[in-house]
């Protein structure tokens, strides 16, 4: 797994790669982490490059969608999110927590 | 039937994935199938690490994974402590982001993603066969 983190006026994009599982997990959720601990919360997370996520992830997820809707300072958006991931999100009941957008420019425009 | 063992350690996650898509790829299942027999064999293999094995070194967990006509079976063994499957409710997945529950998803997920999941604590430790019909 591998993580970058671009920001912007506005937000932070950050792009996931490779694959997130339990042993990955800890380190996706610190990233998430490290932009709240600067007061970065609304998000934008370029899912393009990863090729899996289990429970453990969406687990990070959940967590910094909590931290950063807290007092309406901001969110965590997706982009780009792998069909599989998608399916797997769905059937986690994920997907009406988190708004989507196709393309990174769209989701970064959203803020 | 071979049998595997793997360290019961998060570091041999992917091998257990690999191992899982190679024998379904083999066996005719489809991408979307093979995504969710890797998603499900996961969540129980972390699951026996992080529960049947917590606070324990040195474990293993021995998985066989197997074409038997149109299904694929996959059994995986520990030696830990035994787990009420049956226990672990479904997560309420309607309810709004400040009540959502992370616990019992990844059971909820084995569930959902596999035909059948069977859960028994015998006499050579605990064993979980999840089977999937290839469609």
């Given at each position: ?9 506005h ?10 599982d ?15 601990n ?13 090729e ?60 | 039937?071979?049998a ?7 570091d ?20 979307k ?46 030696k830990?402590?035994?787990f ?20 019992g ?15 028994e ?15």
């Amino acid at each position: 797994m591998e993580i970058t983190n671009q920001e912007f006026k506005h937000c932070d994009l950050i792009a996931v790669k490779g694959r997130v599982d339990s042993a990955t997990a800890p380190q996706f959720a610190k990233a998430l982490e490290t932009a709240n601990n600067s007061s970065r919360f609304k998000i934008v997370l370029d899912m393009n490059e990863l090729e899996y996520m289990s429970s453990a992830g969406f687990r990070a997820l959940l967590a910094a969608q909590r931290n950063c809707k807290r007092y309406n300072r901001g969110e965590v958006v997706l982009a780009r999110v792998p069909v599989r991931i998608r399916e797997a999100l769905e059937l986690a009941g994920f997907t009406e927590l988190f708004k989507m957008f196709d393309d990174p420019v769209t989701a970064v425009g959203h803020f | 039937m071979p049998a595997y063992t793997f360290p019961a350690s998060f570091d041999y996650l992917d091998e257990i994935r690999e191992l899982v898509a190679e024998t379904a790829r083999a066996g005719g299942f489809s991408e979307k199938a093979i995504y969710s027999l890797q998603l499900a064999a996961d969540e129980a293999a972390s699951n026996i690490i992080e529960h049947a094995y917590e606070g324990i070194s040195n474990a293993s967990i021995y998985l066989t994974c197997d074409i038997n006509g149109e299904e694929i079976v996959i059994t995986m063994l520990d030696k830990g402590t035994p787990f009420d499957f049956s226990a672990v409710k479904e997560p309420n997945l309607t309810s709004d982001l400040s009540e959502r529950q992370i616990g019992g998803l990844g059971v909820y997920l084995m569930r959902k993603l596999m035909d059948k999941v069977n859960y028994e604590t015998t006499r050579a430790g605990n064993l979980l066969t999840m089977t999937k019909r290839r469609v």
